[in-house]
């Protein structure tokens, strides 16, 4: 094998001082019922690894190998090789290998043939590359047709090693063995790829030879042992490709892992009629029902399951076929299960009748299922409580809120039923490539599509990422495109026969119709129907009884509170039904965009006097009372945080390039033109053509007025009430004004004033001071008080710096972490999607710090605000109220940090809530560990 000079020793100091070396056990050999490894080395053999380990140590039947561990993974990924130690470690195990079986690699009268398969700490489902029938050439194929008696079977397992290591190896387009493959099922006339015998495949295989040597410039390589170096290299090469990454930075996978190789010895589902291969679920991972659940092929290998090429059949079928061998692989099953206390995913192959287990993992499972499974383990005794709430992750539960279709009062015409792969309903046009997905998405707003393929494969995963559903004509419950859009959480149906997707004419065609790029249809993910048009959704309920179940499990755990952010009434009443304790997040100036207000909210803008804003302002106090007034009676028992008007005041009038359009307009516009811009201007006064004239370049001249170059570090925020004290006393009073009136129909109510964007005491005291004065002035003419709070949003580094100084004035802190992200980094978050990309595709940074709080940098501000706020006021109450309220690991971080409470949006709250819990459970899991260490 080839070698390199890396360093492949550690030096380890002896008690007399000398140094010692002390070899990396790179190689992990597994078989003949006994292995190097166990069950708990995910972080060395990788999943696959470790759980191959672990069977053969049970005595179960796997087939014998070696797992090459993630720590030479690591080692080619910097130096782009392997050490010496590595390849001599791998020619041993090899060696034990050949002797166990009593085969050469490649060569003699009974050939070893290997598979050679990735393996990573974490499922990472179709992400990285396999190759099977490792050892064949042109000598080892006929020995292997003469052992088997089927010459047919040993051509066929020859051109799936030439297409697959060509693909993943020298890196030729699967495409290009595809259409040689179709081209001779069409001359043959067969559907099928059995309906090809052994000439036909020898036919294949010399056209895949040709291929390899004009796309790769070799040869396709005849020695054994050069085939299995390269497809090792490949493999380790396969931690770093583009779809690898990008379902790492979905699933946030450190990229400094590495993978394991897995070599073992091949058996051969696909010999004949006699033999088989499939995959399975020791319960249903779409629903959790506690039902033996998965599908197999007859004369296949395992890649055709999976990978949708053909449609494969119930596993509850093989029973029928095989009852030996479905009994011995129920028991097996259920046995793992038992073992590892979680829902199992596994790999069979039947190799002439005999059962041959090739993998086992904890099964990955969408969050119905995750809940279902988890309550039903415990019952039966398998797992306790406070295990049962980290078997779920909290993105999870958003399934429980994933839409449905709304039937009702609509012609509903079924084109075509598929398996219901991934809950929920999708509504979208319908895109064929993900390269089409991503483009769509990106062009526009609300953009919604569906991507139709005859089968996914792992390079479709940035298309499946933003796409609402997925539908494929081939594939089953356990094929590529199911697997991941279970991860996802999005919707998919999978296998549906009588669709014929025509990606290169861009068409799908089922019962006489003909859809093209851009029609709309819309998915049942829970049935697996395919309905045609666009129907609307229904948003679902979060009283499930299971849901709720589980999380009074989960709940008595959690210490930090889940707030929402909510703005009206109909929010409020939606987040209190998922759980949240308040409100931490109430913005105001989403309640000065309604019909009513508008108008006045832009009287107020263009009035160039405080007497004629105060007059503006007026109009505005009793609508903004009434909202308030609602928002206080659907949180009855809970606080709730309103912030004062925050954005620039500009974001209120029309943009300055379409005003100079419409002035320029007006100049040559005919009388239905003109009459449109009198409407269009109605809100700002505009009753008659005549009003236009005067009007647009008045209302020009204050937009240039408000024009700022930075607008987002500009005139708002806590600057707009200290230059227009008048907003704060109308907003202050409106909501005391509000709070009296509710406490008086019996309401609890608990405002809190939060003052936006502070930097300074000073800003801080000058708005406090405002809204006590307006407090007092309202309790004294109603005859009754309200408890209340004045704090602030700590958005701005220089706030966090001196947060001490802030909190002799402010009561609360909440951490605007969008806006504390965006000038921390000194990234706009509206341009950022520019810059990260290429930020993260370069590994300068790991993840999107808008997604994740960045614990190493505005983590560091949270925390340092948060312990000087309370040296200066040891009560002092502090949350968080950015998005990152409802991320996990963010969530976790506030725990750590001591934060009373996370706010985020409302269907994000379910998700806290257990983040929270979990967060607070392994706490106290780790300190009872170490006591009773």
């Not at 490949?234 to 993978?259: C, E, M, Q």
Request: proline residues 4%.
């Amino acid at each position: 094998m080839a070698t390199t000079a890396l360093p492949d020793t550690e030096i380890m100091e002896t008690k007399t001082n000398e140094a010692k070396p002390v070899t990396t056990k790179y190689v992990y050999f597994f078989g003949g019922g006994k292995a190097d490894g166990n069950g708990k080395m995910k972080d060395v053999l990788g999943g696959k690894g470790a759980g191959l380990a672990e069977m053969t140590n049970a005595g179960l039947p796997v087939p014998p190998g070696f797992t090459i561990q993630t720590e030479a993974c690591r080692e080619y990924m910097r130096h782009n090789a392997v050490s010496k130690e590595v390849d001599r470690q791998t020619e041993e195990s090899l060696a034990n290998l050949e002797s166990l079986q009593g085969q050469k690699l490649g060569k003699g009268e009974n050939p070893l043939l290997v598979s050679v398969r990735s393996g990573a700490k974490f499922s990472m489902p179709g992400m990285m590359d396999t190759i099977l029938n490792l050892g064949l050439n042109d000598q080892s194929v006929e020995a292997l047709a003469k052992r088997s008696s089927n010459p047919r079977f040993a051509y066929d397992s020859y051109r799936r090693l030439i297409q697959m290591f060509g693909n993943v190896v020298l890196d030729i387009e699967k495409s290009v063995f595809d259409e040689i493959f179709d081209a001779k099922k069409k001359q043959k006339k067969t559907k099928f790829d059995t309906g090809l015998d052994a000439k036909a495949l020898q036919e294949v295989i010399a056209e895949y030879k040709k291929a390899v040597k004009k796309h790769a410039h070799r040869d396709f390589p005849q020695e054994a042992k050069e085939q299995l170096v390269l497809a090792r290299d490949a493999v380790f090469r396969s931690w770093n490709n583009d779809r690898a990454k990008h379902y790492r930075r979905i699933n946030n996978i450190s990229d400094d892992l590495g993978t394991a190789v897995n070599v073992q010895a091949m058996v051969f589902g696909n010999l004949g009629e006699t033999s088989g291969t499939g995959v399975g679920f020791t319960r249903n991972p779409a629903t959790g029902t506690n039902e033996f659940y998965g599908e197999f092929l007859m004369n296949a290998q395992g890649e055709d399951v999976v990978s949708g090429v053909r449609t494969p059949v119930p596993i509850l079928e093989l029973e029928k076929i095989m009852p030996d061998v479905y009994t011995q692989l129920r028991e097996i099953t259920t046995r793992l299960e038992t073992h590892y206390k979680d829902m199992q995913d596994f790999e069979f192959t039947i190799q002439d009748r005999k059962l041959y287990m090739l993998q086992t993992r904890n099964g990955k499972r969408t969050g119905l299922a995750a809940v279902r499974v988890a309550l039903q383990m415990v019952d039966e005794g398998l797992i306790k409580k406070e295990e049962a709430i980290f078997r779920v992750e909290p993105n999870q539960l958003y399934d429980f809120l994933v839409p449905r279709l709304d039937e009702k009062g609509s012609t509903v015409e079924v084109l075509a039923k598929g398996l219901p792969a991934s809950p929920g309903a999708a509504v979208g046009q319908i895109v064929f490539t993900a390269d089409e997905a991503v483009e769509k998405v990106a062009a526009g707003k609300n953009v919604h599509v569906i991507l139709v393929r005859a089968e996914t494969t792992p390079e479709d995963i940035h298309g499946m990422e933003v796409a609402k559903g997925i539908l494929t004509s081939r594939g089953g419950m356990t094929s590529h495109a199911a697997v991941v859009t279970r991860g996802m959480g999005k919707c998919c149906v999978a296998g549906a026969g009588d669709v014929d997707v025509d990606e290169k004419a861009r068409e799908m065609r089922v019962k006489g119709q003909t859809f093209k790029a851009g029609d709309w249809i819309s998915l049942d993910g829970t049935t697996g129907r395919i309905i045609k048009g666009k129907l609307n959704t229904l948003e679902p309920s979060p009283d499930d009884p299971e849901l709720q179940k589980f999380m009074g499990w989960a709940d008595p755990y959690r210490t930090m509170k889940v707030r929402a952010n909510a703005d009206i009434p109909r929010d409020a009443i939606q987040a209190r039904a998922f759980g949240a304790e308040g409100i931490g997040l109430c913005r105001t100036e989403h309640m000065f965009f309604g019909e009513e207000k508008i108008p006045h909210m832009r009287a107020m803008i263009l009035a160039d006097n405080e007497k004629d804003r105060r007059a503006a302002l007026k109009k505005l106090l009793p609508m903004q009372r009434k909202d308030f007034d609602g928002v206080f009676r659907a949180m009855d028992g809970f606080p709730v945080t309103i912030r004062t008007l925050d954005p620039p005041l500009h974001e209120f009038l029309p943009r300055r390039e379409d005003l100079m359009v419409d002035i320029a307009t007006f100049q040559y516009a005919d009388a239905k033109e003109k009459k449109a811009l009198v409407s269009k201007y109605r809100d700002y006064g505009a009753k008659a053509v005549g009003d236009l004239k005067k009007l647009l370049p008045s209302l020009l001249s204050r937009v240039e007025q408000l024009h700022e170059f930075n607008p987002m570090l500009g005139h708002r925020g806590c600057r707009l009430g200290i230059t227009y004290p008048e907003i704060t006393e109308m907003q202050a009073r409106a909501i005391f004004e509000a709070a009296v009136a509710v406490a008086k129909d019996g309401v609890k109510v608990y405002p809190e004033v939060m003052i936006p964007l502070t930097a300074t005491l000073n800003e801080m005291a000058n708005q406090a001071a405002i809204v006590n004065r307006v407090a007092k002035e309202v309790f004294k003419e109603k005859g009754r008080t309200v408890e209340y709070m004045v704090g602030t949003m700590i958005e701005l580094p220089r706030a966090a710096l001196v947060a001490d100084e802030i909190a002799k004035e402010a009561q609360f802190f909440s951490f605007g972490t969008n806006d504390l992200t965006q000038t921390t980094w000194g990234f706009s978050r509206d341009d950022v999607n520019k810059i990260l990309p290429t930020y993260i595709a370069e590994g300068i940074i790991k993840q999107d710090p808008f997604n994740a709080l960045d614990r190493e940098g505005v983590g560091q501000l949270v925390k340092m605000a948060t312990e000087r706020g309370r040296k200066t006021r040891p009560n002092l109450k502090v949350g968080i109220c950015g998005e990152h309220g409802g991320e996990p690991s963010s969530v976790e971080f506030c725990y750590q940090t001591g934060l009373n409470y996370v706010s985020c949006s409302p269907f994000r709250v379910l998700t806290a809530r257990l983040a929270a819990a979990q967060a607070a459970a392994g706490e106290k899991l780790q300190s009872d560990a170490g006591r009773t260490k």
